[in-house]
């Protein structure tokens, strides 16, 4: 053994004299000395780790192979065997790699010791008796300083390790094809549903879901995949697991793609008004005082609270005419950890529009608009979820037409997104056909605001050849049943929409919309869509009363508009549990306090879907992150 150590120390010998000519400092050649040493044998740790971890990749099959052969050893050998062959691991990979540096770590060790042994220099004996740091003379051993830094260095690299093993896990344990990101921050284990269209959804039981540092889904992991022991073993022992609990489950965070911020103090207010008794003697006084960002402040901040404590990661919002209140709310979804997209309110036309609120010319709306355009960009670079600005005209009857096609050209020229009112009732539909000649469609289209970024609210009146414009040029129809209910006086047909093609969202549509919740949307789409299917004057015969047959829409088409319809409106990846989706989810509690949704060992997960959608509310939240990031729900 001395022999072989011998071998080893010798050149070692050499390279710390050559060291210590070109440095003259004995210490700091012994430092580099041994920082070399680590270098060149870093490769072989590699190697070694890579081994290890290819082997524990495969321990789960190995212990299936043993528990089926369990009775035949010579089978269970053979099929062991053509495993390792299979997956290109090797039993003793990790063995040989230490087998090598040992020798070498040995006269490392050894030369440090006793550097005379196996170096005949005159200029080292001398060397080796300096001083270095704290050390009177390096040729004696220091009992105190040196091993209790030693013992602080091992429990950092113990710590470490652990943080890196499970990292390399991630990096090389690619078996099945799927590539793992090294930045791996937290996994969670439990039972999630996401629609995968109109009319499906997906049940993802006992699923592993690994969240990167940017808050994207690096993969979602099933039980029946090999890697998934040793996933949750190493995230476990990493402290990055969230489990969830019996009757919990993972849903999708709710997209909500048409919100009136200002007139969040008003919900539940004035709704048995008409809509123009409901807009200028309730609603655009409301809106002006918003002017007082103060005030503006207090009710954005409760907003914002309210919608993320409802499961809504994303939202859509109608700011005010002024710009310091918009600036105001977009600070707040930034603090507050939600996805936002305003909109300063564009309305100038004095015949439609009250002197107290409006802007003042169409010129002054359009650089107001650029301001916040650009004022979002530059928020956006500044924060973990997306704050983007969206060109707002309130709906064609307040814009004059100058600013309308300004505001195109804007959407045009920074690449915006675009929403506004198209078609909600009669009196809109008349007003823009006797104006332009055209259908609210084709005058958005016309102004350069019908665009594949363009989200419409409501769109109740379409015609079948407005229905294909949308479909067209990529447009998006924010479908808000509760205010079609109390102020459009019609039901949007869904469902012929959706079989169209068309992208259908949902929406709230705070305040004519009367609820935060996208719960209670989702179940007023439901019950609209049957409403219309069947009409409703009851001394009619069926044939009479109106209905549209085959207009019915369920709870997948809903939780489908709540979450990926949402998303394909905005142009994100979100609203699934697929690999590279933005992580925007909530837990939905069973079991929460004065929870109204039951479990009973009769329903199956699908029927739990079911039960969530249609007795889901606020309380039942009680985790939510965005962007992977926990946020308070307050």
Same mark, same amino acid.
């Given at each position: 053994?001395?022999?072989?150590?011998?071998?080893?120390?010798?050149?070692?010998?050499?390279?710390?004299?050559?060291?210590?000519?070109?440095?003259?400092?004995?210490?700091?050649?012994?430092?580099?000395?041994?920082?070399?040493?680590?270098?060149?044998?870093?490769?072989?740790?590699?190697?070694?780790?890579?081994?290890?971890?290819?082997?524990?990749?495969?321990?789960?099959?190995?212990?299936?192979?043993?528990?089926?052969?369990?009775?035949?050893?010579?089978?269970?050998?053979?099929?062991?065997?053509?495993?390792?062959?299979?997956?290109?691991?090797?039993?003793?990979?990790?063995?040989?790699?230490?087998?090598?540096?040992?020798?070498?770590?040995?006269?490392?060790?050894?030369?440090?010791?006793?550097?005379?042994?196996?170096?005949?220099?005159?200029?080292?004996?001398?060397?080796?008796?300096?001083?270095?740091?704290?050390?009177?003379?390096?040729? @004696?051993?220091?009992?105190?300083?040196?091993?209790?830094?030693?013992?602080?260095?091992?429990?950092?690299?113990?710590?470490?390790?652990?943080?890196?093993?499970?990292?390399?896990?991630?990096?090389?344990?690619?078996?099945?094809?799927?590539?793992?990101?090294?930045?791996?921050?937290?996994?969670?284990?439990?039972?999630?549903? @996401?629609?995968?269209?109109?009319?499906?959804?997906?049940?993802?039981?006992? @699923?592993?879901?690994?969240?990167?540092?940017?808050?994207?889904?690096?993969?979602?992991?099933?039980?029946?995949?090999?890697?998934?022991?040793?996933?949750?073993?190493?995230?476990?022992?990493?402290?990055?697991?969230?489990?969830?609990?019996?009757?919990?489950?993972?849903?999708?965070?709710?997209?909500?793609?048409?919100? @009136?911020?200002?007139?969040?103090?008003?919900?539940?207010?004035?709704?048995?008004?008409?809509?123009?008794?409901?807009?200028?003697?309730? /609603?655009?006084?409301?809106?002006?005082?918003?002017?007082?960002?103060?005030?503006?402040? /207090?009710?954005?901040?409760?907003?914002?609270?309210?919608?993320?404590?409802?499961?809504?990661?994303?939202?859509?919002?109608?700011?005010?005419?002024?710009?310091?209140?918009?600036?105001?709310?977009?600070?707040?979804?930034?603090?507050?950890?939600?996805?936002?997209?305003?909109?300063?309110?564009?309305?100038?036309?004095?015949?439609?529009?009250?002197?107290?609120?409006?802007?003042?010319?169409?010129?002054?709306?359009?650089?107001?608009?650029?301001?916040?355009?650009?004022?979002?960009?530059?928020?956006?670079?500044?924060?973990?979820?997306?704050?983007?600005?969206?060109? /707002?005209?309130?709906?064609?009857? /307040?814009?004059?037409?100058?600013?309308?096609?300004?505001?195109?050209?804007?959407?045009?020229?920074?690449?915006?997104?675009?929403?506004?009112?198209?078609?909600?009732?009669?009196?809109?539909?008349?007003?823009?056909?006797?104006?332009?000649?055209?259908?609210?469609?084709?005058?958005?289209?016309?102004?350069?605001?019908?665009?594949?970024?363009?989200?419409?609210?409501?769109?109740?009146?379409?015609?079948?050849?407005?229905?294909?414009?949308?479909?067209?040029?990529?447009?998006?129809?924010?479908?808000?049943?509760?205010?079609?209910?109390?102020?459009?006086?019609?039901?949007?047909?869904?469902?012929?929409?959706?079989?169209?093609?068309?992208?259908?969202?949902?929406?709230?549509?705070?305040?004519?919309?009367?609820?935060?919740?996208?719960?209670?949307?989702?179940?007023?789409?439901?019950?609209?869509?049957?409403?219309?299917?069947?009409?409703?004057?009851?001394?009619?015969?069926?044939?009479?009363?109106?209905?549209?047959?085959?207009?019915?829409?369920?709870?997948?088409?809903?939780?489908?508009?709540?979450?990926?319809?949402?998303?394909?409106?905005?142009?994100?990846?979100?609203?699934?549990?697929?690999?590279?989706?933005?992580?925007?989810?909530?837990?939905?509690?069973?079991?929460?306090?004065?929870?109204?949704?039951?479990?009973?060992?009769?329903?199956?997960?699908?029927?739990?879907?079911?039960?969530?959608?249609?007795?889901?509310?606020?309380?039942?939240?009680?985790?939510?992150?965005?962007?992977?990031?926990?946020?308070?729900?307050?």
């Amino acid at each position: 053994m001395n022999t072989i150590i011998g071998i080893f120390a010798k050149p070692l010998g050499y390279l710390l004299v050559a060291l210590h000519n070109i440095i003259g400092n004995y210490g700091i050649s012994l430092i580099i000395l041994t920082t070399i040493v680590k270098v060149c044998l870093y490769p072989l740790y590699i190697k070694q780790m890579k081994s290890t971890i290819g082997a524990s990749a495969i321990s789960g099959k190995i212990k299936q192979i043993r528990q089926k052969y369990a009775n035949d050893k010579e089978t269970m050998n053979i099929k062991i065997q053509e495993l390792y062959k299979q997956e290109g691991v090797n039993p003793a990979g990790g063995c040989l790699p230490a087998l090598i540096q040992m020798p070498i770590l040995f006269a490392l060790f050894a030369l440090l010791r006793d550097p005379l042994s196996y170096i005949k220099d005159n200029t080292i004996l001398i060397a080796s008796h300096e001083s270095f740091l704290w050390m009177a003379d390096l040729s @004696h051993p220091d009992k105190w300083i040196l091993p209790i830094l030693a013992g602080i260095a091992t429990y950092i690299s113990f710590s470490i390790s652990k943080y890196t093993s499970f990292n390399y896990f991630l990096l090389f344990n690619n078996r099945s094809g799927v590539t793992f990101l090294t930045n791996c921050s937290s996994v969670i284990r439990g039972t999630a549903f @996401h629609s995968t269209g109109p009319d499906s959804f997906d049940i993802l039981e006992d @699923h592993l879901f690994l969240i990167n540092e940017a808050g994207v889904l690096d993969d979602v992991v099933s039980p029946k995949d090999d890697r998934y022991d040793n996933i949750l073993r190493q995230s476990e022992d990493k402290g990055s697991l969230h489990r969830l609990k019996s009757q919990q489950y993972l849903l999708p965070g709710f997209i909500d793609t048409h919100v @009136h911020a200002p007139q969040w103090a008003q919900v539940g207010k004035a709704l048995d008004a008409d809509l123009p008794v409901w807009l200028n003697d309730h /609603t655009f006084p409301l809106e002006a005082a918003y002017k007082n960002t103060d005030f503006a402040e /207090t009710i954005y901040k409760d907003l914002v609270r309210t919608l993320l404590a409802n499961g809504t990661t994303t939202a859509q919002y109608f700011g005010s005419v002024h710009n310091e209140p918009n600036k105001v709310l977009a600070e707040i979804c930034a603090s507050e950890g939600q996805h936002a997209y305003i909109g300063k309110v564009v309305m100038d036309l004095p015949s439609q529009c009250p002197d107290y609120y409006r802007d003042p010319s169409p010129q002054a709306a359009l650089d107001a608009t650029e301001d916040f355009l650009t004022y979002c960009r530059d928020l956006n670079g500044r924060t973990r979820q997306d704050i983007v600005g969206v060109v /707002t005209p309130r709906f064609i009857p /307040t814009c004059s037409d100058e600013v309308l096609y300004g505001l195109g050209d804007l959407a045009r020229h920074y690449d915006a997104p675009v929403q506004s009112h198209c078609s909600e009732g009669d009196w809109e539909h008349a007003h823009v056909l006797e104006r332009t000649g055209l259908s609210d469609t084709q005058a958005h289209l016309k102004y350069g605001l019908l665009t594949n970024k363009t989200t419409l609210a409501h769109s109740v009146y379409l015609s079948d050849s407005d229905a294909a414009l949308y479909k067209e040029h990529g447009a998006a129809i924010a479908h808000s049943p509760l205010s079609n209910i109390l102020f459009a006086g019609a039901v949007c047909p869904v469902k012929r929409r959706l079989e169209q093609g068309l992208s259908i969202s949902l929406a709230t549509d705070i305040s004519a919309g009367y609820t935060p919740s996208m719960f209670d949307s989702m179940r007023q789409a439901i019950l609209s869509s049957r409403l219309l299917s069947t009409g409703t004057d009851f001394s009619k015969s069926p044939v009479e009363r109106g209905g549209i047959p085959h207009s019915v829409i369920d709870f997948r088409q809903a939780f489908y508009m709540a979450t990926v319809g949402g998303a394909t409106a905005l142009h994100v990846n979100a609203g699934q549990f697929r690999k590279g989706c933005r992580f925007d989810a909530f837990v939905f509690d069973c079991l929460a306090s004065q929870s109204q949704t039951r479990q009973y060992d009769t329903d199956s997960l699908a029927d739990m879907l079911q039960k969530i959608i249609f007795t889901g509310q606020r309380q039942n939240i009680t985790a939510l992150w965005v962007s992977g990031k926990p946020v308070s729900l307050h």
